[in-house]
C-alpha cells in the first residue's frame, strides 16, 4: 500500500504498455486536426449554425442525430427523434441518437427544468428542417424538378403525383458526406396540422435493450487495466462551507487489503483497489480522524434559525395595494408552512469511468450536462477544457443535481493519480449523506376573499438558501469554500409561478428572503425545485378561503382563474376523478379510518399541473395512505403522450413520497439519514392508483412536462387531509407522528 | 482468494475471488452480466436480486462462497428458465414480465427493473394468478424511484394474464 499523491516513481509507460490499448479508437482532445477530421476528433462545442454539426444521412438510408440533452429515464430521446424524424420525413426506424460526447455533440445547455422537449426541441426542429431543405435541393438537381414539386416519404423523394417513377433516396444524394451547409434560418418548417410523428404514442427507442438487460449504464463499463475506486468521507455531510477535512488517515488501517492504496489531493481521500470488493472494503476500513466543522441548527432548530436570520429579500411579485386589499377582504386566512431538505438520491449512486494521462482525459459520466462537467473537471484536473472529453452514459433517475459531478472528479482525481483508468462508484451512504439536498422552505402566506368569493389580496413570504454551483470533490480537492449560485436577488427565489399566479389577484405580493448556504446543508435543485414547498403552502391557504366561504374547493378556484388554460388543467383533473361538488370536511367523522378528496393546482415554469388527491386517514396510528391519484397536465404540444403520461405517474408518485415520507435528518454534526431507512420512500405495497390526463393542445409550443404536476399532487393531498380529518397540516413530511399532534390539536 | 465454483444461468464457471465478496460483484465483474446491480448494498432496495434455486435473494448480501451447489439465475437467465418451468421448446426473447413491461412502457430509468422483474417472475412461477393485494405485498421490498409502481402493477397483471395461456 503507497500513498500514490506522494509517489513520483510510479511507471506510467509501463502501465501503458499493459492497458495502452483502451485509448486507441479515440484522438485525445486538442490536436489540431484537417477539416476533413473525422466527427470526434476535435474537442466541441461544433458550430450550432453547421447542418452537418445535428444530422449525419447514411449511405443506407438512416439518419443519425446530434443533440445535446441527456437521457434521464425521461424518454426525452425518443421525443427528439420523433421531432427530427416529423422534420425529415424519416420513419422512426430509419433514425437514431448518437451519444452525448464533448466532442461530438452540440452544446444545448442543461438537461435540466424539463427543457429538453421545450427548448432542446425548436433547436434540433430547425435544423431537420435546413437538412430537409438542403437534400430537396439536391433531389432537385438529381431529378431536374423544382423544389416545390418534392415530397418525401421515409426519406424517399419523388415527384408529387408520379408514385416511384421519379424518386431517390436521401441516403443515395449525401450517403454519410458532409452537408458543408450552414443555417439559412429560413427553412420551412412543417405546420402540426401535418405532423404524422410528433404527437404520437411511440414507444421508447430505449426500452427493448433496458428490459433484456442490454443496455449499457455508466455502471456497466469495464476497460482494461481499470481499477476500482471508492471515496472516503465522513458518513453524513457537515455544514456546507466546512468541507471535509482530514487531520489523520491511518494507513495501517487498511494494510490488510493487499492491493488497496490511497490517494489524496487536498482534503480529496480515496481508495483505488484492483478489484471492486476490495476498494469497498477499504473505503469503510480506511480510518480517518475529520476535522470538527461548525454546528449545524438540525431539524430541531432549523426553521428559527432560518427565520431569525439576516437575509436578502427580493420582490418578486407586486401588484396593486396589499394593505388596501386586505382591510376589504371579508375572510383572510394566514399560516406559516415548514417543508424539509428533501434528496435526490438516485436508486443506483453515482457512478463513473475516468481515464486522465498527461496529454488528455476521457471521462464518461452521467452528467447533465457533459460541457459544465468537462470545466468542472478541468479545473479539479487542472488542465485545459480542449483536453478533456466528457461522454454521456446513462445512471439512475437522478431528478436534479445528485452526486455525478462528484463521482466523475472522484474517478478522475484517481486516475490522475494513479496513471490508469478508475471507476468510482458512489456507495448508499455517500449518495444519501454528501447529496446537493433541495433546501428547506418556510413561507407565510396570507390570502384574503371578498363576499362574493373572489381573491382579493395575496401575500407569500418564503426563506430559503440557494443552490451550490461547485460539487463537494471539487470543494474539497482544491481546498476552497464551496459557491452558492450568485447571491442576493439572483439567488434561488419564490417562484411567482407557484405562489398564486394562477389565480386573478388585484393585490399580489410575493417576498423571497434568501438565506446564506453556509452553515445548512447543500443544496441544489431537486425535481420542481420549491415548487413542492410553494404548493403545500399555498394551495392549502387557498382552501382554508374555500372552507371560510362554505364553497366547494374546485368552484371557488373556478371563480379566480382568468387563464383558460389552468381553467382546463381543472377541469380536466376534476372529470377524471368524477369531483362532486361540497364543503372540505363535511361531514366530520370519528371512524378509526376516514377518507377525504382534495384538490390543488400547481406547476414549474411555464406548462399547467391539477390534481385530485383521494386518501385514507388512520385517526388512531396516523398513517395516510393515498389510495389515487388524478393529476391532469397541458404542456402545450405533448410530443409523445405516452411519455407525458408516464411522467405524471412518476411526478404523482414521487410528489406523494416527498410529502407524506421524505426528509433528510441531521443533528448538529451533520446528515443521519443514510439509507433506505432512515430516509424512507413510497414502497410498493402502499402506492396509490394513479390516473393521468394530458391536455393536448397541438398548435401551442411545447413546455416542460417532467415536474409540473408535482405541486398539484402535494396540494390535493394536504387539502385531502383537512377533508378526511378537519385537521391542517402545515408541515411535511405527514409523518403519523405529526398527524396524530395535529389530530389531538383539533377544535 | 480462492477458486470457487458457481453455476449462473445454467453454465457453471470458476471466479478466483475472496469467499466473503457478495455474490453481486461476482456477477457484475467476473461475469460481465448487466442484469444485477448495486443499489444500496444493505438490501434494502432490491437492485441487485437475483433468484437462488428459484428463490429471490439479495445479491450485494450474499457471499459468492454460500452458493455452492446452488443455481443462480439472473435477468438474462429469466427467458430459458421460464422455458424450463412452462416446458417449452424454445426460450422465448424475453420473459413474459421483461416482455409486459416493454408493452406496457413500464420503466422510466429502467434501474430497478432488474430487481421488479426477478421478484415479479418469482411471484409467477409461484402463484401464477396473483390478486392486487399479493402482488403488491411480494413486491414491496422493491424500490422505484421514479414512481411507476403503478405502471409495474399492471404488467404484472398483464404478463400473468399472458402465461396462463402459455404451455406448462
Known sequence: MTDISCDTSFARRDLLKGGGALIVGFSLAGIPLPASAARGDMAGPPDPDAIDTWIAIHADNTATVYFGKCELGQGNTTGMLQIAAEELDLAMSQISAARLDTNVTPNQGATSSSSSIERGGPQLRAAAAEARRALLALASRRLGVQINSLVVTDGVVSVDGEGSFRAVKYGDLIGDKPFNVKFTGTAPQKPSSRYKLVGTRVARVDLPDKMSGRYELVHHLRVPNMLHGRVVLPRGQRAFGAGARPLAVDEASIRHIPSARIVRKGDFVGVVADNEWDAVKAAQALKVTWQEGPELPGNANLFTQMRGQKTTDTVIANRGDIAKGFAGAAHVRSSAYFCPYQGHLPFGPNCALADVRADGALIRSSTQDVYNARAMLARVLDMPAEKVRVQYYEGSGTFGRSCYEDAAQAAAIMSQAVGRPVRVQYMRWDEHGWDNYGPAHLAEVRAGVNAEGKLIAYEYHGWQHGWTVTSTIQDIALQKPGVERASGSASITVNPMSTGSMYVVPNRRVISHAVPMEGYLRGAALRSPLDLSFAFASEQTIDELAYALKMDPLEFRRRNIGDKRWLGVLEAAAKAADWKPRVMASPRSSAEVVRGRGIGLGTHHVSYGAAVADIEVNQRTGVIVARHLYGALDCGLAVNPAQVESQIVGQMIQSASRVLKEEVLFDKHGVTSLDWESYPVMRFAEHPAVTPVVVQRIEEPATGAGEEVMGATVAAIANAFFDATGARLRQYPMTPERVLAALAART | ?168
Open chain 2, 1 to 168: 482468494m480462492s477458486d470457487i465454483k458457481i453455476k449462473v444461468n445454467g453454465r457453471e464457471s470458476t471466479v478466483s475471488v475472496d469467499p466473503d465478496t457478495p455474490l453481486l460483484y461476482v456477477l457484475m465483474n467476473e461475469l460481465a452480466l448487466r442484469g444485477p446491480r448495486f443499489g444500496c448494498g444493505l438490501a434494502q432496495c432490491g437492485s441487485c436480486s437475483v433468484l437462488l434455486d428459484g428463490v429471490e435473494v439479495r445479491s450485494c448480501v450474499t457471499p459468492v462462497s454460500k452458493i455452492a451447489g446452488k443455481s443462480v439465475t439472473t435477468l438474462e437467465g429469466l427467458p430459458a428458465l421460464y422455458a424450463e418451468q412452462k416446458r417449452l421448446a424454445q426460450a422465448p426473447a424475453l420473459h413474459p414480465v421483461s416482455q409486459a413491461f416493454l408493452d406496457r412502457q413500464a420503466p422510466q430509468c429502467g434501474y430497478c427493473y432488474n430487481g421488479m422483474t426477478v421478484k415479479a417472475a418469482e411471484l409467477l412461477a409461484q402463484n401464477p394468478k396473483p390478486t392486487e393485494a399479493q402482488i403488491r405485498a411480494h413486491m414491496n421490498g422493491h424500490i422505484c424511484r421514479c414512481g411507476t409502481y403503478p405502471l409495474i402493477l399492471e404488467a404484472i397483471q398483464l404478463a400473468s394474464t399472458r402465461m396462463a395461456g402459455d404451455v406448462r
